[in-house]
Nanobody
């Protein structure tokens, strides 16, 4: 199983980025997908999650209204559209896959597979 995250970079506050996570080696439509992030010196935290069919999403309060998670099961890819970025969004962003359950869990321990992470840096 491989989850390949991409799309990170250096942007200014107020800008936008779109992260992608391409999955291989698993039946993508059978997995709930999540995005997490980890800033230096902090624990990994939940950002957004999406159900297997894309019909249900949930977000951390800190990104609600600014970030949108989506998935394309035909392309085995999950996305995170990040708008109105803030310096506090700076972190390494990880995608993760969870086989069991219908909804995205906010606990990293519930996920079975992880991508390698992509760095997002937002300057003020």
């Amino acid at each position: 199983v491989q989850l390949q995250a991409s799309g990170g970079g250096l942007v200014q506050a107020g800008d936008y980025l779109r992260l992608s996570c391409a999955a291989s080696g698993l039946t993508f439509r059978s997995y709930v997908m999540g995005w997490f992030r980890q800033a230096p010196g902090k624990e990994r935290e939940f950002v957004a999650g999406i159900s297997k069919d894309g019909g249900s999403t949930n977000y951390a309060d800190s990104v609600k209204g600014r970030f949108t998670i989506s998935r394309d099961n035909a392309k085995n890819t999950v996305y995170l559209q990040m708008n109105s970025l803030k310096p506090e969004d700076t972190a390494v962003y990880y995608c993760a896959a969870k086989q069991y359950g219908r909804s995205a869990s906010r606990s990293p321990r519930d996920y079975d597979y992880w991508g390698q992470g992509t760095l997002v840096t937002v300057s003020s």
